[in-house]
T-cell receptor
């Protein structure tokens, strides 16, 4: 069965540095890969989506890469701030060309940015 | 971005009773809605996927007779936890998506069964 692994359960970095989170998956590549932010007791909030034919996507201080050969996505937050502290989830969408899509989440990485 | 409203945000019920959770897409038509369960410090576990007007597809290990899902319209899906037990206490989250878009999540429902 498909597996999604986020290699770090927790990541602690200094404010101002770049945080890099990793998401690896097994078996076949999804149509889309997404990154979400989740704060305690809240539902996930969508951040970025990258398609299988895209290598990189940027949004303000966020950057996502998608390597279908390595079956890996990297999520970067540049110039990190304490407000970026949260759990970040990668999610794979296996919708393909079907409306009956299926979104599976990784276990998440809890990011802490210290001042 | 699109808004998905989930209600109630918190509910406490007695063991043996049923609880209904609503998920509404407020400004778009959701062809697919997903229901997830999340235990403390764990990731979201997909319970079922439902397409408007058809029966939900349940993930392995999820009892369809216990977790009743109805997706009667393009803007509303409901999850009913029947004969709830303390082990059903969890954070339940819905999400809604149209084909070829990202999913938008509700705020979640904290269910406590006493």
């Amino acid at each position: 069965s498909q597996k999604i692994e986020q290699n770090s359960e927790a990541l602690n970095i200094q404010e101002g540095k770049t945080a890099t989170l990793t998401c690896n998956y097994t078996n076949y590549s999804p149509a889309y890969l997404q990154w979400y932010r989740q704060d305690p007791g809240r539902g996930p909030v969508f951040l970025l989506l990258i398609r299988e034919n895209e290598k990189e996507k940027r949004k303000e201080r966020l950057k996502v890469t998608f390597d279908t050969t390595l079956k890996q996505s990297l999520f970067h937050i540049t110039a990190s701030q304490p407000a970026d502290s949260a759990t970040y989830l990668c999610a794979l969408d296996f919708s393909g060309y079907s409306s009956a899509s299926k979104i599976i989440f990784g276990s998440g990485t809890r990011l802490s940015i210290r001042p | 971005g699109a808004v998905v409203s989930q209600h109630p945000s918190r509910v406490i019920c007695k063991s043996g009773t049923s609880v209904k959770i609503e998920c509404r897409s407020l400004d778009f038509q959701a062809t697919t809605m997903f229901w997830y369960r999340q235990f403390p410090k764990q990731s979201l576990m997909l319970m079922a996927t439902s397409n408007e007007g058809s029966k939900a597809t349940y993930e392995q290990g999820v009892e369809k007779d216990k977790f009743l899902i109805n997706h009667a319209s393009l803007t509303l899906s409901t999850l009913t936890v029947t004969s709830a037990h303390p082990e059903d206490s969890s954070f339940y989250i819905c999400s809604a998506a149209s084909w070829n878009t990202e999913a938008f999540f509700g705020q979640g429902t904290r269910l406590t069964v006493v």
